[in-house]
């Protein structure tokens, strides 16, 4: 197990553990292959396979440029490496660096929708890998090469972009240099300097070191103010030992021979070595307001806090992403490798490079729009100190960066296809990615900056203890665990957690103090229902979903998490005799379903069995209001078996019923009905109806039924391949939220910060 340094982790730091369990959860790995055409029926077979892929095989051996068109080849990029510098961690080989390779691949997946694959290949010598990969040209639109140590990355790189005519991109060395770049023209901007004056120092001088150095040479940085160190200390003019000619290209003439020599008045440092490398006394010697990127991953070469303690006028960043100002090539290849694919560039040229420079640096001098404020967690971020560069779930990077990449390569002739609606071109771009991550991100921050104490209802489970253990690791608040102590510390004992670790409170419903104010609340609650004290009392003793509400109703504490141990409808009866729901609303459950890209908010999944009209309207409300709070501007469906009408029936009434009661409510968001399904979420079926007022596909569903919510939720996620988060409860007058049952740890911190989240400010 790797020894890290607990005291320095940042807020939103992992487990080991976690980190093993994530790897290691459902499918191994984090990818998977689907196909993209139906592969059902005898013909689908003869079109896919033989006789009919004949046919995209001759016109693709006429005319090679028809593989875009057939093949998976336009979306494809490999991502190849050889696992001898994997981050900062050193040469630990091929298939050690697979987890790394597959995490590249998911993030091209998720932040610009190309398809990727990782390949590993276990070889240290130069040639043998560039014959293995120079013949995979036909498979692939790119070639992302990844952690290979310098030198050999360069030999490598610069032979296959000779071998091959699809884009060949060293993401360490071009990646990180393109993002590098961009942070510190913004914090030369921000302090006062100039590109020609400044001195700089990097400690590094492999893949990602030479090219940030050759980049911004390139840029006019002055090569007589740049000094580069390695291992042996400063490279200087005449030194022998552990050179190579890219190092040489480098030599300072200078009489410092030691880090700490050539970082004494040093404006800004560039960290692309190990954890660790600068000490405070290096950082101390720094001229003022000094720019320091530590960039070496997972841990940087000094961390924020570190800087902090020693000075107060730096400008920061780091590789990772739990701090601010992250400087890691996520924010460059996925974006880069989208315009590259879409105008079929042959390579990925200087143009196409300095253009993304320009495009990353100027996002982040740009105000930040409304709509993208939940990707910078409910700030309104400003260019500054804090914020020298774009976040990587920022959603205009989709729309900016591969605009100007593949309006560099038009311009300099290595596209082998012309956009010419530019305009056009961002606007799918930006229909490509949906915002639910950055509004996931946002939330777990905004709880971050306010934490709430969240009872944990049924903390005697193991998977509780473990969802309050995140809870608390990753700074949302406290984690106050209701159950029976012995017990809570058996199980805790059994999963090796420690509950003295702060953020952890163990409640004791035994020998509470509040035992008496909470029966006495819940009985003024129940005694017109039929309730004698000694009921009330019993429901507080014994269980613990009127514990923790009450707790909730009575302000010792922000929010609860309950479910695993007792159905939703049952725990949801538990809470409802305690908490009532908000004046004006009403109660319900929303999932959302996240498929392919795109999420949909499903109404109600929780609560109303058979919802008269008046109720499917008040759920689209509720549902409305939920998905605008998380960023989704609503188009509500309200879903049948029919569409406007047809084929009429008694069931569909209701539902139409509900679209008039809207209309006279005035609502002041899209919605439209009855419809069915495929009319809701496939465009080409709504423009069958050119008079529906959803302006697009919907993304909130009211469902006609609890049955039909619950069946298609289902169904969702155990054939469709969804992730279904939820039902999330809405419209009670606290925040309580209810996990399915046997709901895993994950899950159940989900709902915690979702809780916490609902309990506001
Ligand atoms: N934030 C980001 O986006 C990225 C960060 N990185 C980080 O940069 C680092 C280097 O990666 P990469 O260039 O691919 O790897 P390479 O193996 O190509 O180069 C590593 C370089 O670091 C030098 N080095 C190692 N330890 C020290 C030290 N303690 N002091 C001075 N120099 C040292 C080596 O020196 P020598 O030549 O003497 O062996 C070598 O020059 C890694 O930590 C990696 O995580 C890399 C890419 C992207
Ligand atoms: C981020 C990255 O690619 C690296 O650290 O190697
Ligand atoms: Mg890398």
């Not at 960023?631 to 539902?655: D, M, N, Q």
């Not at 155990?718 to 939820?726: H, P, Q």
């Amino acid at each position: 197990m790797p020894d890290i340094d607990k005291k320095n982790r940042p807020a939103t730091s992992v487990t080991d553990q976690e980190a093993l369990d994530f790897h290691a959860m459902g499918r191994p790995g984090k990818l998977e292959i689907n196909p993209t055409k139906p592969m059902a029926t005898q013909r689908d077979l003869s079109l896919a396979y033989s006789p009919g892929v004949a046919v995209p095989v001759k016109a693709i051996a006429a005319d090679p440029q028809t593989a875009y068109d057939y093949t998976a080849r336009g979306n494809m990029v490999a991502v190849i490496s050889n696992g001898t510098a994997i981050l900062g961690l050193g040469n630990l080989g091929a298939l050690a660096s697979k987890p790394v390779m597959e995490g590249k691949a998911v993030l091209f997946k998720r932040f610009a929708d190309v398809d990727s694959i990782d390949l590993e290949i276990d070889t240290e010598n130069v040639d043998e890998f560039i014959n293995c990969v120079r013949f995979l040209g036909p498979s692939f639109g790119g070639i992302n090469l990844e952690d290979i140590k310098a030198p050999d990355c360069f030999v490598i790189e610069s032979r296959l972009r000779e071998l091959m005519d699809i884009p060949v991109f060293h993401d360490d060395q071009h990646g990180t240099a393109i993002i590098a770049a961009a942070g510190l023209i913004n914090a030369l901007e921000l302090t006062g300097r100039d590109l020609k004056t400044t001195k700089l120092i990097c400690n590094g001088a492999g893949a990602a070191a030479i090219a940030c150095v050759e980049l911004i040479k390139a840029m006019g940085f002055a090569p007589e103010n740049i000094i580069l160190c390695d291992t042996k200390g400063v490279i200087y003019q005449g030194r022998t030992e552990g050179m190579n000619q890219w190092k040489s290209a480098h030599a300072a003439k200078t009489d410092a021979r030691t880090l700490e020599e050539a970082m004494k008045g040093a404006d800004v440092i560039f960290g692309l070595s190990q954890k660790g490398a600068f000490s405070a006394k290096m950082i101390r010697s720094m001229a003022d307001r000094p720019i320091i990127f530590a960039m070496a991953n997972p841990d940087p070469e000094i961390t924020p806090e570190e800087v902090a303690r020693i000075r107060d006028d730096a400008i920061m960043a780091t590789g990772r992403s739990d701090y601010p100002n992250q400087v890691n090539n996520v924010l460059g290849f996925p974006y880069i490798f989208r315009g590259a694919l879409d105008v079929r560039a042959s390579t990925i040229n200087d143009a196409m490079k300095i253009a993304a420079v320009k495009a990353l640096a100027n996002l982040a001098r740009e105000d930040v729009p409304d709509d993208v404020v939940a990707a910078y967690q409910g700030n309104r971020p400003r260019f500054g100190a804090q914020y020298i560069i774009p976040v990587p779930f920022d959603p205009r990077l989709i729309s900016a960066i591969p605009v100007a990449v593949a309006q560099a390569a038009i311009e300099s002739g290595v596209a082998r296809k012309v956009i010419t609606d530019m305009a056009g071109y961002a606007r799918e771009l930006s229909a490509r990615r949906d915002p639910i991550a950055s509004t996931l991100a946002s939330l777990y921050e905004r709880v971050r900056r306010r934490p709430k104490r969240i009872v944990f209802a049924e903390a005697e489970e193991e998977q509780v203890l473990r969802a309050a253990l995140s809870y608390a690791n990753q700074q949302l608040g406290t984690a106050l665990l209701l159950g029976r102590e012995d017990l809570i510390r058996a199980t805790a004992e059994r999963a090796g957690i420690d509950l003295n670790r702060p953020g952890l409170e163990i409640v004791n419903a035994r020998i509470s103090t509040r035992v008496e104010a909470y029966i006495d609340y819940l009985y003024a609650r129940l005694q017109r229902k039929g309730y004698l004290h000694r009921d009330a009392q019993r429901l507080i003793h014994n269980d613990r979903n009127h514990f923790a509400a009450s707790m909730v109703a009575l302000g010792d504490a922000d929010g609860m998490v309950t479910g695993i141990t007792r159905n939703y409808s049952t725990a949801l009866e538990d809470v409802r005799r305690c908490i009532d729901e908000k004046p004006g609303h009403r109660v319900i459950g929303v999932s959302l379903a996240l498929c392919r890209g795109r999420t949909v908010f499903v109404a109600d999944t929780a609560v109303h069995d058979m919802p008269s009209a008046e109720e499917l309207a008040d759920i689209a409300e509720e549902a409305a209001g939920l998905a605008r709070r998380m960023g989704y501007p609503p188009r509500v469906a309200l879903l049948a078996y029919s569409t406007f009408g047809h084929p009429s029936g008694e069931r569909s009434e209701r539902v139409r019923e509900a679209v008039k009661i809207l209309d006279r409510r005035r609502v002041d968001f899209e919605y439209d009905g009855e419809m069915a399904a495929d009319v809701a979420l496939n465009r080409k079926v709504m423009e069958q109806y050119p008079f529906c007022r959803l302006s697009g596909p919907a993304n909130v569903l009211v469902m006609p039924a609890f049955h039909s919510a619950s069946i298609s939720t289902k169904m969702l996620q155990e054939l469709g391949g969804s992730t279904v988060i939820g039902p999330i409860l809405v419209g009670l007058d606290k925040a309580v939220q209810i996990t399915s049952m046997g709901a895993k740890d994950s899950d159940i911190v989900n709902m915690a910060a979702i809780a916490a989240y609902g309990a506001g400010s």
